[in-house]
């Protein structure tokens, strides 16, 4: 079966400052990743995917992704934060692409964007 | 384009009652997947419903059932509510091309079990 780890449950940093939020996962077949961003009091809303091709994604907002099969990585990364980007973030992965998919999710990370 | 929507939004019930939570699909999706995602956790697979069948089920017991309609809703019923089942719950839909563009979640519904 196949996991992730969200290596840090909180991540507070000053606005316009880089971020990093770390995904580690665990599988015995190939996997697709995704970050999924939720804001308080809604549903998950899709940041980026790695489905197959280049390592490095890119997605909404602002934010990217690089995919590690070496080191079984996906981290989550964006250059300047603004305060809007404050929410939870949840690194998910799936081992099928079709249309019965279902998604092993990480206990995610709250990233707080401080002025 | 109408996302996924789900009802109620919030739902308050008592231990050892039933409940019908609901969900409609974007347009265009046949799969629905139901989540349960309790306070600071990640979101746990509950089921798939397609063609109005269980297409797949993760680790929850059999208090924990759905359904499929031919317009491609569902329904999660939770029979003999427990402490532990308070949590939001959220539907997810997705196409038959699969996961190109990713599951699309509806904000989901928050079930508190007093």
């Known amino acids: 079966a196949q996991s992730v780890t969200q290596l840090d449950s909180q991540v507070p940093v000053f606005e316009e400052a880089p971020v990093e939020l770390r995904c580690n996962y665990s599988?015995?077949?190939?996997?697709?990743l995704f970050w999924y961003v939720q804001y308080p009091n809604q549903g998950l809303q899709l940041l980026l995917k790695?489905?197959?091709?280049?390592?490095l994604v890119k997605g909404i907002n602002g934010f990217e992704a690089e995919f590690n099969k070496s080191q079984t990585s996906f981290h989550l990364r964006k250059p300047s934060v603004h305060i809007s980007d404050t929410a939870e973030y949840f690194c998910?992965?799936?081992?099928?692409?079709?249309?019965?998919?279902?998604?092993?999710f990480g206990k995610g990370t709250l990233l707080t964007v401080n002025p | 384009d109408a996302g996924v929507t789900q009802s109620p939004t919030h739902l308050i019930k008592t231990r050892g009652q039933q409940v019908t939570l609901r969900c409609s699909p974007k347009s265009g999706h046949d799969t629905v997947s139901w989540y349960q995602q309790a306070l600071g956790q990640g979101p746990q697979f509950i089921f798939q419903?397609?063609?109005?069948?269980?297409?797949q089920r993760g680790n929850f017991p059999d208090r924990f059932s759905g359904h499929q309609f031919p317009n491609y809703s569902s329904e999660l019923n939770v029979n003999a509510l427990l402490l532990g089942d308070s949590a939001l719950y959220l539907c997810a839909s997705s196409p038959p091309t699969g996961l190109n563009y990713g599951y699309t979640f509806g904000s989901g519904t928050r079930l508190t079990v007093v």
């Open positions: 419903y397609y063609e109005e069948e269980e297409r």
């Open positions: 790695y489905l197959s091709g280049s390592t």
């Open positions: 599988s015995s077949v190939s996997v697709y």
């Open positions: 998910a992965v799936s081992i099928s692409g079709g249309s019965n998919s279902k998604l092993t």
